[in-house]
């Protein structure tokens, strides 16, 4: 039992960080039906800023992670901006346009930082709580409160604000939301950048849970995507619900499997893929025209 | 003039088909207009030409004096003309509120966007009733009110209707011209695209019958309504 | 240049490619011959990738995967089981042909990127596995393969293996270009281009998007066991998703839709990123890029250029010279096989089609008469098209049913019922964009079932024959609609009328006894309408039944015999065209006032 329960805490946390990532790619799903096969190269990017300005440039956690998010946001609207004209055109092109940049990315990160990695100090310098003789760290508590404070936020944003709404309308039905007077290019800029800097969010996050490397995006990408479509592509609750699920088949299958984890991740995914291909909430209806 | 909306040779082409031939009309301010013809005559491409959703061949539209011709589809609405699509074009996946909501884009949201939400669904009642449900739930009766509701919620001077009737019962075809009605009534100017003839000889004071992207007729509504000459070139005789 | 010049070109040239392969190993060290002998190696990986991304539209991420088993298979059937090389290759195809099956086996149900996670998943897992079990020899891989026996040639000379792995790369290369330009690969890419018009006519959706993965996964196999010959050593890093990535990089920037491109795309990218083997990173950051660029400038990669430009050429030219001509009239069936078994009629009864609550149709009903002419009209969203869909079975019915010949026809998929006999045309085109005119009848005229494909390897020459008789049947067809000059034109740059013309066409390819026409005069002109009712009346002399969908009512009034119309997603008349004009309820829906049908009118005319 206690080892049940110690494997699901693992799983909760790697979980929070896959939730985040999923709700990237369905944020950018959702408001613009775009697949953006360079989210997991956007979320290493994250990390290796977040962690070059915590470890090497010693500033708090906290501000690093800001810095991050800006710089992604930034590499987010570098990437819609090449991209546009294939909008509304050619979806298979465009996802193959995004592997493009995922290769740039990791390329420009090996560059930067090297190819060899580095490990990230964990910033919650406090003994792990005992919960019925289970260990929880304090810095899993912090990754599963920012994750459901960026859900929060972000269901908040999309159902409350004009521009939440404008940025659904858009995907809905591009040509009644010109119509409205929405300007159609602006809001799926502004849709990218956000998604861009939740993969900050969680890159910075994930750096002293896993190692920051150029290839980590790779896994952390597919693992995220999957999340995404096991939970119903584009629908935010679905995410959390998806990622925290990855996460903790994650987890139990590296208990069970050892080295075979992502082996029966994946096979077990191919099949939940095959038998509800709209995922666990639906896949969100997205009028591409 | 003030809030007159003039068309002038306005022609449009689908690779390489004229869907409309150097066609010319004006829609005074309070006026409303209708524009007849069976499907395929080139009076939806006509509207979307003018909302600048295709691209013109040729042609002048000015509104209130000015020139809009290099206008964006996105800033019509910022121009006061509304835009009732073909077919409705609701956003499915929100609900009824935020659809007529986002209808206001270009205006603040405040107290007098909430009034206008009010005069809303004091025109259409049943909007108010489903105000949270979602908008791909209705009706196809109920979407279009709300495709008309949302195009009201900017306040515009002028709207242009897409074939509002499509695919209704007669029933609601006649509550959607009390509505456009109430809204001539109000002094709001029309531009109604249609193929129900009778619809629109109610709702209109003024008619162009088109056929085959060309202006054949035109006419008071009036006189429109006992021409014959109108059947025949719905039936093709 | 006519036509004997421009084969003796062909020949020469291909003499002149045959010459410099077999010359280049003696141009070259030992190291540049191993550099060439693993860009054919990604070369063969890059055709079928090609195959399965570029013809066949399946996003495709598991191509290493394919590969990986080839080479792993060969080194465990040699090095644990003790087969010989020859014996494991075997086998190590048949087992890649299995992982092409159970990667392709999603696709049956997921589409575009869920195809490419899925696909990527499967990918990773087989790295997974390789990479643990201690059969595969973990990170350290496979190593002591023999060197594959070939009678006296010595294949651990890499200059001899040259040899060898040109030969296995010309067949590769000539079956590729086979498959592509005979009717599987047709079927293949008009599946691509719109899969819905593809089931329409007659291709069997699910074993094609099957067979695309085999194929994709013979050529991974195949390169796989020439790898584990040429390196005999396997280990997981040449299997991993970088790779898989600079695999669809050389495929993307070749041209995924040409297997010469896929070609190009692979010699060239393993070349550069040999040159640039101590600057690694620098070539993946520049392959990327590249990937970017084409994407946005260039989506049909180098091998589009050419085409391109000489489409560019060509329609300056040929704008002036082609000609529609005037369509040649079918033979009639005589009055006494008029009502023969061939003949037949279509019974509609109380169809529904509700979507999501929305009622489209509520019971409708009519019959259609044997070799008759039936137009359906109505208002705008009475659901003309809608009960279309649920006759040619694309969409299923709420309740009722259709019954072609005494048979019950409804909820039948869509390729069955165009087998039956049963073609139709679609309101806003759907003509397959990427294939020549004469492709996309082609296309239509090949009535085979799958297992036609079996022929491909076991007898191409019969396929050959196939392919070659089926072009003249195209010619005559094409000939026959006036269409010969368009023949070799893509679709989308033709004016409207003669983008109508091809579908009917298309339509009539399929040999049907039904045929279905979606508003074919929308946007044509006068005469090309007189020209279409000309079209529509032979078709229905030569013992075809028409039915047929249109708001132009002077068309629908001279053409048909009986006339249902349709509004609300009801039947509110049904008659000869002179009955339903006079009927009140028809004037009402059209114009919306009943008041105006009581004035006298002029009865339309008379129907042939």
């Not at chain 3, 030992?30 to 055709?47: C, E, G, K, Q, R």
């Not at chain 3, 393969?145 to 010309?170: M, Q, T």
Request: aromatic share 8%; proline share 4%.
């Amino acid at each position: 039992m206690q080892v049940f329960l110690q494997t699901l805490v693992g799983g909760l946390s790697l979980g929070a960080i896959y939730a985040l990532v999923a709700m990237g790619f369905s944020l950018v799903y959702r408001t613009m039906g775009l697949v953006n096969f360079a989210h997991g190269n956007v979320v290493m990017i994250g990390a290796y800023v977040a962690s070059t300005f915590y470890l090497t440039v010693k500033l708090p956690f906290v501000p690093a992670m800001v810095i991050a998010l800006v710089i992604t946001a930034g590499i987010g609207l570098v990437i819609e901006r090449v991209l546009r004209p294939l909008e509304n055109k050619d979806f298979d092109l465009m996802l193959i346009g995004t592997i493009g940049f995922g290769i740039v990315l990791e390329a420009l990160a090996t560059l930067i930082w090297g190819a060899t990695g580095r490990a990230v100090r964990n910033p919650v310098q406090t003994a792990p709580l005992d919960v019925l003789g289970v260990r929880i760290r304090t810095y899993d508590l912090v990754v599963l409160g920012v994750t459901a404070l960026a859900m929060v936020l972000l269901v908040l944003f999309l159902q409350r604000t004009k521009r939440g709404a404008a940025m659904q309308a858009v995907a809905m039905d591009h040509e009644a939301a010109t119509a409205v007077g929405i300007h159609v290019g602006r809001s799926n800029a502004i849709a990218f950048s956000i998604g861009a800097g939740l993969a900050a969010l969680a890159g910075g996050l994930a750096g002293p849970l896993l190692y920051v490397s150029p290839t980590m995006g790779g896994s952390l990408g597919i693992k995220g995507f999957a999340a995404a479509i096991l939970g119903g592509f584009g629908s935010i609750p679905g995410a959390i619900v998806g990622g925290l699920g990855i996460g903790v088949l994650d987890s139990y299958s590296a208990g069970h499997f050892e080295g075979y984890s992502d082996l029966v991740t994946f096979l077990v995914f191919t099949a939940a893929i095959m038998i509800r291909p709209t995922g666990i909430f639906g896949e969100r209806t997205v009028n591409r025209a | 003039m003030i809030g007159e909306y003039s068309v002038r040779d306005l022609s449009v082409h689908y690779g390489g088909v004229c869907a409309v031939k150097s066609i010319s009309f004006t829609v005074a301010e309070g006026q409303s207009i209708g524009v007849i013809g069976a499907n395929g005559a080139g009076k939806s491409s006509t509207l979307r030409a003018l909302m600048g959703l295709v691209p013109r061949s040729s042609g002048t539209v000015t509104f209130d004096g000015k020139d809009m011709s290099g206008v964006p589809a996105r800033n019509m609405v910022r121009h006061r003309i509304g835009y009732v699509p073909e077919g409705r074009h609701v956003f499915g996946g929100l609900p009824v509120e935020k659809n007529l909501l986002l209808g206001a884009y270009a205006r603040k949201w405040n107290a007098e966007t909430r009034a206008s939400l009010e005069e809303v669904y004091a025109l259409f009642p049943v909007l108010g009733e489903m105000s949270d449900r979602l908008a791909g739930a209705l009706s196809g009766g109920q979407q279009q009110m709300l495709s008309i509701g949302r195009a009201l919620m900017a306040g515009p001077r002028l709207l242009l209707l897409d074939e509002p009737s499509m695919g209704l019962s007669p029933k609601l075809v006649d509550d959607i011209l009390a509505a456009l009605q109430k809204l001539r009534d109000q002094g709001l100017s029309l531009l109604l695209v249609e193929q129900n003839a009778k619809l629109t000889f109610e709702a209109t004071s003024e008619c162009l019958v088109m056929e085959n992207g060309e202006v054949a007729m035109t006419g008071t509504s009036e006189e429109l309504r006992k021409d014959l000459r109108v059947r025949k070139i719905y039936l093709g005789l | 240049m006519t036509f004997r010049s421009r084969r003796t070109l062909r020949l020469g040239s291909l003499a002149a490619a045959g010459v410099l392969l077999y010359a280049l190993p003696y141009g070259l060290g030992s190291y540049a011959i191993h550099v060439v002998d693993v860009a054919i190696i990604f070369a063969l990986l890059a055709m079928g990738l090609g195959l399965v991304m570029g013809i066949a539209g399946q996003v495709n991420l598991a191509q290493i995967a394919f590969f990986g088993v080839g080479a792993y298979a060969t080194a465990l059937f040699t090095t644990q089981a003790g087969f010989g090389f020859w014996v494991s290759a075997v086998l190590a195809m048949l087992a890649a042909v299995v992982a092409g099956l159970v990667v392709g086996f999603p696709a049956l149900r997921v589409q575009s990127h869920y195809l490419g996670i899925v696909t990527l998943g499967l990918a990773l897992a087989f790295l997974n596995w390789i990479i643990n079990t201690p059969m595969a020899g973990g990170a350290d891989g496979i190593s002591g393969i023999p060197v594959p026996p070939l009678g006296a040639v010595d294949l651990r000379d890499e200059y001899l293996y040259y040899y060898l792995e040109i030969v296995a790369f010309l067949m590769a290369l000539g079956f590729g270009l086979f498959v592509v330009r005979t009717p599987l690969g047709r079927r293949m890419k008009a599946m691509r281009d719109d899969p819905l018009a593809a089931g329409a006519i007659g291709a069997e959706i699910p074993n094609l998007r099957m067979t695309a993965f085999v194929l994709a996964s013979l050529y991974g196999g195949l390169a796989g066991v020439l790898y584990a010959g040429l390196i005999r050593y396997v280990a997981p890093e040449s299997f991993s998703i970088a790779n898989m990535f600079l695999l669809l990089a050389m495929v993307i920037v070749g041209g995924r839709q040409s297997l010469w491109g896929c070609v190009v795309g692979a010699v060239g990218l393993s070349l550069i990123r040999e040159w640039l083997v101590d600057f690694s990173t620098y070539a993946q950051l520049g392959y990327g890029l590249v990937v970017v660029l084409m994407v946005v400038f260039a989506p049909t990669g180098l091998a589009g250029v050419p085409v391109r430009v000489a489409e560019r050429i060509d329609r300056r030219r040929s704008a002036d010279r082609a000609v529609l001509r005037p369509f040649r009239p079918y033979e009639p069936l005589d009055g006494a096989e008029h009502a023969g078994p061939e003949v037949v009629g279509l019974e509609v009864v109380g169809i529904s089609k509700h979507f999501r609550g929305v009622k489209a149709l509520s019971e409708v009903a009519f019959t259609v008469e044997a070799g008759a002419i039936h137009g359906v009209v109505g208002p705008n969203g009475s659901g003309k098209t809608t009960l279309f869909n649920v006759i040619s079975g694309l969409y299923k019915a709420t309740a009722g049913q259709v019954v072609m010949d005494g048979r019950r026809i409804t909820d039948a998929r869509p390729y069955r019922l165009s087998q039956a006999g049963i073609a139709r045309t679609f309101q806003n085109l759907r003509l397959f964009g990427a294939l020549t005119v004469r492709d996309n009848v082609l296309v239509a005229l090949d009535r085979t079932r799958t297992r036609f494909i079996w022929r491909y390897a076991l007898w191409p020459v019969g396929v050959w024959r196939y392919d070659r008789e089926l072009r003249h049947r195209a010619d005559a067809l094409l000939d026959r609609f006036g269409l010969a000059d368009y023949a070799g034109a893509t679709p989308g740059a033709l004016p409207y009328g003669i983008q109508r013309r091809i579908e009917i066409a298309r339509a009539m390819a399929c040999a049907p006894r039904l045929l279905l026409l979606d508003e074919p005069a929308a946007g044509l002109n006068g005469e090309e309408v007189r020209q279409l009712s000309e079209i529509v009346r032979s078709i229905r002399d030569s013992g075809v039944t028409v039915i047929v969908i249109e708001h132009n009512m002077g068309f629908v009034m001279s053409l048909c015999a009986r006339v249902t119309v349709l509004s609300g997603g009801r039947v509110i008349a049904d008659g000869t065209p002179a009955e339903v004009v006079a009927t009140p309820a028809v004037i009402e829906a059209y114009l919306g006032d009943e008041s105006m049908s009581d004035a006298p009118l002029d009865l339309p005319t008379e129907v042939k």
